[in-house]
């Protein structure tokens, strides 16, 4: 039997967790009804569980709540990839309650977004589904147009990363030994989710449980990753102060920062130069998301408007609760 994907407008029941209301879709659009579980389809109830479970912690109460899964027969490399999804979807977990039901709905709706972005970023690294757009199409129910094209800038830039990392764990153990610095991790794959995890926290969750933020222009914000860039290109080479400030930075960020500082200087050789090229590409191309950053304050999401004026946004529910969330501001 071919891989099947879960249906993205099948949503799963809060009242009574059933298997049979479950419904995928085959390669020809057949649907299908699921008559029995085998190994791969209880990590999907396993999943919907979590959905569920993930609503109640952020104090949801709907009747439906809205996911998506790939279903993929059981085999090694199936496993494989539902363990390296539901190890990045795990990124995005809290460890603080919401103060509001805006607040709310804005953490949820990145929940969903990392739902996504697992998905995805699995099969980037694991190629169990041949046709990516498939997966694609399927993640673009949950997400509105503008969040879709900011997850596949963040899914490429990602992968870039999580190539570097492979290429250059031997250089980046290597590099720490004589600092007497510890390696902690099993493997790359450990490093990579530890990275995800540490730009998780300090992007978006510290940002949000902080109830008075520094804001910054979206302005400044671009100005400073392009600064970064500049830097990891190597245009401060010939200013020996500008260039020790960001390498004081990156040794205080931890392993992040020193896996970076090692990449960094491998780049004149294979083959790192060019999976160190492709990073910065993505780097460059995550400037634009800056765009759809939020601000907060008082645990109140803020957006920018045009005349780029902060104003509150507030989140809007469909009845049922089976959509995510879109944002209006404020009246």
């Known amino acids: 039997m071919p891989n099947r994907i879960i249906r993205p407008n099948e949503f799963f029941n809060l009242d009574c967790f059933r298997l049979d209301r479950i419904r995928y879709i085959s390669n020809e659009k057949n649907y299908l009804l699921i008559k029995s579980m085998p190994a791969t389809m209880e990590v999907c109830?396993?999943?919907?569980?979590?959905?569920i479970a993930h609503d109640e912690a952020l104090g949801f109460e709907r009747v439906l709540t809205p996911t998506v899964?790939?279903?993929?027969?059981d085999t090694p490399q199936a496993r494989e990839y539902y363990l390296l999804a539901q190890r990045i979807k795990d990124v995005a977990?809290?460890?603080?309650?919401?103060?509001?039901d805006d607040q709310a709905g804005v953490m949820r709706n990145e929940q969903h977004y990392w739902q996504c972005k697992s998905i995805l970023l699995a099969n980037k690294i694991l190629k169990v589904f041949p046709d990516h757009t498939q997966l694609e199409d399927l993640v673009q129910q949950l997400l509105s147009e503008r969040s879709f094209k900011r997850l596949q800038i963040d899914v490429a830039a990602y992968l870039s990363l999580y190539y570097l990392l492979k290429a250059g764990e031997s250089e980046i153990k290597d590099w720490a030994k004589p600092k007497g610095i510890d390696y902690p991790f099993k493997d790359f794959l450990q490093l990579f989710i530890h990275i995800?995890?540490?730009?998780?926290?300090?992007?978006y969750q510290n940002v949000v449980s902080d109830p008075n933020p520094l804001w910054f222009s979206k302005r400044a914000e671009k100005d400073r990753?392009?600064?970064?860039?500049?830097?990891?290109?190597?245009?401060y080479s010939d200013d020996e102060q500008e260039e020790q400030k960001y390498i004081n930075f990156?040794?205080?960020?931890?392993?992040e920062g020193y896996s970076l500082l090692v990449?960094?200087?491998?780049k004149r050789i294979k083959p790192f130069g060019q999976l160190w090229n492709i990073y910065l590409k993505f780097q460059r191309a995550r400037i634009k998301a800056i765009d759809d950053v939020l601000y907060w304050k008082d645990n109140i999401p803020y957006q920018t408007t045009q005349t780029c004026q902060?104003?509150?946004?507030?989140?809007i529910r469909s009845p049922t609760g089976a959509s995510t969330f879109d944002f209006v501001y404020k009246t």
Do not use: C
């Open 250 to 255: 990156l040794m205080d960020t931890g392993w």
């Open 225 to 235: 990753l392009r600064r970064w860039i500049k830097f990891f290109a190597d245009h």
């Open 263 to 266: 990449l960094k200087n491998l």
């Open 196 to 203: 995800l995890k540490t730009n998780f926290d300090y992007s």
């Open 310 to 315: 902060k104003l509150p946004i507030k989140s």
């Open 93 to 100: 977990l809290f460890n603080f309650s919401p103060q509001n």
């Open 45 to 51: 109830v396993r999943w919907g569980r979590q959905e």
């Open 69 to 73: 899964f790939p279903y993929l027969e």
